[in-house]
């Protein structure tokens, strides 16, 4: 009998003990079913109230579902319990973090430093914190810190080449050589150290080099995936059943906005432009809908499923900022989830970034992305989501027309005024000439392009796909396949 099936039968003995609830969920969460992870973790604090390790393991759950708010509350109540309890600073950072508030996240980190807990992780983190600042000067200083030490950290590398303007000295590269050709470094360790060195020959001019390590990254990081599977392994079967859903069913309110698209699209110069305007706040990426779209998608929803997820939704966004007129939801993946989004929020204003497919589809490929990007294992595979998304969107324009405003990132680095003049108008506010000068908005952004929005509009990301042009067979031939 497997380790699950003990546990089980165990439970239905004594179905209230915390402890045999804990081991559940922590299998649960193994198996990849958050759900029942969080379910067995909540009933573990039903009945163990005040137990430090089962609020941490609330809390961590709590992240995994999108709710960086309900975790916030659980891990201050932790480590008002148990202030120096090691395992609860990371979760109490990346719930911050989560939630936009970097200074407190950084206040953290630095009070667990001064407490003892001087850990490359911490430092990791605390360096994590500067670069969302755009303050590149002092994350590099830790990451120099880091790659020089007796043990250097992969960690350190992967970031030190992602911060801008910084000279990566000959003895950090042979460094980093040394810990690729290591058998002993571990694979997690190793993806992240041929990214970094991927991203450096770029700098380099070794593009085939570059393309390369970009190549073993992503297969290494990426293999155990399925392929061609994108979105929801049924997502046919959830768009034929899912009923076209009255408006009196959701939460009638225009608070929310979405920005979506593929990832690598512009979504995170939209955002910063519009958190620019005084009556918009900018929350980042919650990945709140992907969760509860994955959870729902089995169901014919009723009015009282979707007013629950638009209440809690809304829940979220005010502890994010609670009195701002809009605030923004980046996750360029919620284009798969338009239909929960307008079953929930009927009035929802949906920005649809739009940019040249293979300049997407190769700035994807060579950038640092995270795990859940899996067509991302090799550039046929990439093409091959890009073309699906394409068809997806279509689906959407089909069954909600005139609901999705479109932008197009050529248009805007082209004629940003002109471009952001309509925007604005869309969503029915007035002009403000910070949003022209967005990279003086001060607010964390934790995305590849924090460097980019850091600076005015420029053209660079327009070729810049070009210096992979003689790679990219496989990538143009799914894209073909679209056309």
């Given at each position: ?16 003990a ?24 909540r ?13 941490n ?66 430092d ?41 303007k ?5 003895t ?18 190793l ?32 293999q ?43 979504t ?11 009556d ?92 859940a ?37 050529e ?42 929005v ?7 990301g ?6 992979y ?15």
């Amino acid at each position: 009998m497997d380790q699950m099936k003990q546990v089980k039968t165990r439970l239905r003995k004594s179905p209230k003990a915390p402890d045999l609830l804990t081991e559940y969920g922590r299998l649960c969460l193994q198996n990849g079913d958050i759900w029942s992870a969080r379910a067995a973790f909540r009933k573990a604090n039903a009945h163990a109230p005040g137990v430090v390790e089962f609020l941490n393991n609330l809390a961590v759950v709590e992240l995994k579902t999108g709710r960086p708010d309900l975790a916030l509350l659980l891990i201050v109540d932790s480590r008002n319990r148990s202030p120096r309890d090691a395992g609860s600073v990371k979760v109490h950072y990346e719930a911050l973090m989560a939630l936009g508030r970097s200074t407190q996240a950084r206040a953290i980190l630095e009070k667990a430093k001064s407490d003892g807990l001087n850990t490359a992780e911490v430092d990791l983190d605390l360096a994590e914190t500067f670069v969302a600042e755009g303050h590149f000067a002092q994350a590099g200083e830790i990451y120099k810190r880091l790659m020089a030490a007796s043990v250097p950290s992969a960690g350190a590398f992967w970031g030190m080449a992602q911060v801008p303007k910084q000279d990566f000295l000959p003895t950090w590269w042979n460094a980093l050589q040394t810990l690729i050709d290591d058998p002993r470094t571990p694979r997690s360790q190793l993806l992240r150290l041929l990214k970094a060195r991927a991203i450096l020959n770029d700098r380099r001019g070794q593009f085939d080099a570059s393309i390369q390590d970009h190549s073993m990254s992503n297969r290494l990081q990426y293999q155990n995936s399925a392929p061609n599977t994108f979105g929801y392994p049924a997502l046919d079967a959830v768009l034929a059943q899912q009923t076209v859903t009255p408006r009196s069913s959701g939460v009638e309110t225009d608070r929310p906005i979405f920005v979506i698209g593929m990832p690598r699209s512009g979504t995170t110069l939209v955002e910063q432009i519009l958190a620019s305007h005084p009556d918009i706040h900018g929350a980042g990426e919650l990945i709140f809908f992907r969760m509860q779209a994955q959870r729902e998608r089995t169901k014919v929803l009723g009015k009282r499923d979707t007013q629950g997820i638009a209440q809690a939704y809304l829940g979220l966004l005010s502890t994010h900022h609670s009195t701002a007129m809009h605030v923004v939801d980046k996750m360029p993946s919620n284009f798969e989830n338009i239909w929960l989004i307008r079953a929930c929020f009927p009035n929802a204003r949906i920005i649809h970034c739009r940019r040249d497919p293979i300049a997407t589809c190769t700035s994807l490929f060579t950038n640092p992305m995270g795990g859940a990007h899996r067509y991302l294992s090799d550039l046929k595979t990439l093409g091959q989501k890009y073309v699906w998304y394409e068809e997806l969107m279509q689906v959407w324009a089909n069954r909600y027309p005139g609901s999705i405003y479109d932008i197009h990132y050529e248009e805007l680095i082209a004629n940003p005024e002109e471009q952001v003049r309509g925007l604005l108008s869309h969503l029915n506010l007035d002009w403000d000439d910070r949003c022209l000068h967005f990279w003086q908005t001060e607010r964390p952004v934790q995305t590849p392009s924090r460097a980019d929005v850091a600076r005015p509009i420029h053209t660079e990301g327009l070729s810049k796909w070009r210096r992979y042009e003689p790679f990219l067979a496989d990538l143009v031939a799914a894209l073909e396949m679209h056309n």
